[in-house]
């Protein structure tokens, strides 16, 4: 699919995500940080530790679809106006790979702008000693809420 | 579609289970505890609180989706033998209403149980002022890994 | 999950799915037939014939899907207006079992009616001598259009 | 996600897959033809007449569904040894714009091929005036069985 190349209707797009983010509780209780932002685009990033782990010692698929979850929520946040905001419909995910490295990279792309949907693709890959391993891959529906 | 009767194939599924879930770094960071275990069946439960929200103040779709996906990969492993592991190979989680309440139920039952795959479906509710509001719907995949 | 018990915002719901499903030249192809049709609910059926097949003479998993994906789209559709038409969003479908019978039947319940997107649950069966046998899982997210 | 190049490890895998695909008799109900075929991908494409729409005229998600998945099996099937066979786990799709056109074109790729399971992405568009417009976006699992 050639990717589609967007540009957001809010100049101020990229302070608005973030202030978003910050107030996501469960964004900063897992240490996670939005490293690159452009419109339809989010990546989110999440250094490992014991306490995100599944019984293995690897990234638990909850906490990898979470961040994957929110990569794509904030792609599609950046091409809505000010006042609309994201809510995630329902995504599937594919842990293709264990979870197993340093790093979590989750990188959100929109793939169907519409009025009221939004659809994107997450690739997630899993940093490991310099090398960038696929490790899920998620299919993702979002729907604007129009504000006051 | 009639819930299958299981047994399982080891008796002391029960402990073997919860062994496995306190292994789990992420649901102690949760705070995320199992409520309720049977063959094919598994309900794990999560009090609300600020580090579980995303930005309007609700539980998170990934906290919420963290939650579904173990209650389901714990409802899959009662039904294996003792030496087996399991891993989540994909789910699909619908949000059908916001996450709001003062504690997250993920009640998940298995529908198929195959050699190879085993096929799982949770409802995930909120507790709140003491009624259950469905919130999310999960369909699962999880794979037997077979240990030494 | 309790199911949710439904009341049509239009008395003449029966006639008006029967005239769309008569439209729907693709479910006139594979011989399929409303069976049921109750408010949030809708049963199709299709008789087995070796057109319908994979290369192992099982229904074909688009076939399957197919009828599923109709199945749920008509029970969302008979809680809306007269007015309104429906569209699928999305859908997963797990295949938990081969499709070899003589007869598939896809029962389809709206598990979630909002004002814009409904949810369903299609549970999809093979009936093979005498027996139902599920075969396959649905879970499919719809919206509402509304006409002039 | 950085597309994996794969090889087959049956030289005769175009034969087969063809021979395969010649069994499959809904492939033939729809009139649907494969169009391009290598390790790891396949182009399935179907021209539109009115059995194969919905209500509205457009192809019906089913169909859409049926030709993507053929196509995700097949280029799963490229990469397996002569003897063995592929089943549709689990597939997940959106219907992202009208299926509206003279052809539907369901291009596939492998993006994680394991001991297992096969992980494919679908892209499919419908051919409309000389362009292609993209229409729906799967997200498939597939079992490997080995054959005697």
Redesign the interface.
């Known amino acids: ?1 050639i990717e589609p190349i967007y540009t957001s209707q809010d100049p101020g797009y990229d302070a608005r995500v973030r202030e ?2 910050g ?7 897992l240490g996670a940080t939005i490293e690159a932002l452009a419109p339809g685009h989010c990546t989110i990033e999440l250094p490992f ?8 010692g690897y990234f ?4 990898t ?6 990569a794509g ?1 904030y792609a599609a946040l950046t091409l809505f106006p000010a006042s609309a ?1 994201v ?12 979870a197993h490295g340093e790093r979590l990279v989750a990188d959100a792309h929109v ?2 702008s ?1 009025r ?2 939004t ?1 994107c ?1 997450v ?1 997630v890959s899993c940093a490991r000693g310099g090398e960038l391993i ?1 490790c899920a ?1 998620m ?1 993702q ?1 979002l ?1 604007r809420i129009d504000g006051k």
């Open positions: 699919m978003s983010f107030r996501q509780g469960a964004m900063t209780l530790r014991d306490e995100l782990a599944q019984q293995h638990h698929a909850g906490v679809s979470a961040v994957a979850d929110s929520g905001e809510l995630t419909v329902e995504f599937k995910i594919n842990l293709i790979a264990p793939v169907r519409g009221t949907l659809i693709t690739d696929p891959l299919q529906t729907i």
